[in-house]
């Protein structure tokens, strides 16, 4: 028996395998709007019974922060998406799509009129950094938040309009959500900022939000507690997760998507631990708990069996091998991501040619 292979039920879906394609930043939507190439690219990865967390998605006009990332504010994006999503459902899989703001993730040139991006805060990120021209973003008013809140809301209504599954929050790797949550970004005086209750309050609001009006059964959250991307961190945060995934109980969403701090896990007392053990977050969630982040078949299989996760999300293990669960299944040999075409613009280049197992 293989873990990864086993089937689950999340929680009205039913899943054929334990493998997630994680939401991955592609920049092939050109103009921001979803491409005919994409359903190549998806249905590829895509099985019967699988799950696809399409790649970050903009929720409006600000929420640019990378050349040609598809979004899904406009009725014509919706109309884009419909036929990508239809032919991933063809194939007999589920299909979330993350929502997501970059926040002060951005520059002039993304933004609307060129104006700056926005933020809890108006500390940019350092120039250079990550390879991008960063500009200085401007510190949202308390009066313009619901706003952004509305954004997430309209744009979930949107997802689901295209034919999406559900959707997924990115509230991960240094975007506007985590900007928020993370007391080393968020320097704010009123009450989205202070204590760990008034930081995570936006993202909160934009569950509720969106809940409300599509379901708490199609929505999920991707977390990252640990991580430091886009100069992100927290000074607690064990805390920080736990008081997510305890928070989100209370609105029932059907999964919690936590990328785990890379490092490789070791076996203690008979239990899965890393030094920065998910395990109180995976104990406090009462849905579906998905883990991400470096993981192989080996890992993979064994946060399964020691019920360290229910499913495990697999990014760039799974844009290199579009067969992946066809290879775990068979302990093939695996084909190596190229770094130098992960983002580049092109329709087929890094994209829908790496080669499936001649079997």
């Known amino acids: ?59 409006s006009p600000t929420a640019q922060g990378y050349p040609d990332i598809p979004g899904i504010w406009t009725k014509e994006q919706v109309k884009a998406w419909k036929p990508i999503v239809e032919a991933v459902h063809e194939k007999g899989a589920i299909f979330f799509c993350q929502i997501c703001h970059a926040g002060r993730a951005s520059n002039y040139a993304f933004q609307p009129n060129g104006e700056a991006p926005i933020s809890c805060t108006n500390k940019g990120l350092t120039p250079g950094l990550d390879g991008q021209d960063w500009s200085p973003p401007r510190r949202l008013r308390t009066d313009e938040i619901p706003n952004i809140v509305n954004d997430f809301r309209l744009a979930a209504c949107n997802a689901v309009e295209a034919g999406f599954d559900g959707v997924e929050f990115h509230g991960a790797y240094g975007y506007l959500i985590e900007q928020f949550m993370k007391d080393q970004v968020n320097d704010r005086t009123d009450q989205y900022g202070g204590s760990l209750e008034n930081r995570c309050r936006f993202a909160l609001e934009v569950v509720e939000a969106v809940v409300n009006e599509i379901g708490a059964d199609k929505v999920g959250m991707r977390l990252s507690p640990y991580s430091k991307g886009m100069e992100a961190g927290d000074s607690n945060p064990e805390a920080l997760g736990l008081y997510m995934a305890n928070a989100l109980n209370k609105f029932g969403i059907v999964y919690l998507h936590v990328i785990q701090k890379r490092g490789k896990a070791i076996k203690t007392n008979d239990k899965y631990e890393t030094p920065y053990s998910l395990l109180p977050m995976r104990k406090a969630f009462k849905g579906t708990f998905i883990v991400a982040g470096g993981y192989d078949r080996e890992d993979g299989n064994r946060a399964i069996a020691d019920n360290y996760a229910d499913l495990v999300a697999f990014g760039r293990m799974f844009l290199a091998n579009p067969d992946l669960p066809r290879r775990f299944e068979l302990n093939a040999p695996l084909n190596t991501y190229n770094e130098s075409t992960l983002y580049l613009s092109h329709p087929v280049i890094g994209y829908t040619d790496y080669p499936f197992l001649e079997v």
Not at 8 to 18: D, E, I, P, V, W
Not at 38 to 50: D, E, K
């Open 1 to 59: 028996m293989i873990p990864l292979l086993t089937p689950y039920k999340m929680g009205k879906f039913n899943l054929s395998h334990r493998i997630v394609l994680a939401p991955l930043t592609r920049c092939r939507s050109y103009n921001n709007m979803p491409q005919p190439h994409a359903i190549l690219y998806y249905t590829q990865r895509a099985t019967n019974g699988g799950f696809l967390i399409a790649e970050a998605t903009g929720v």
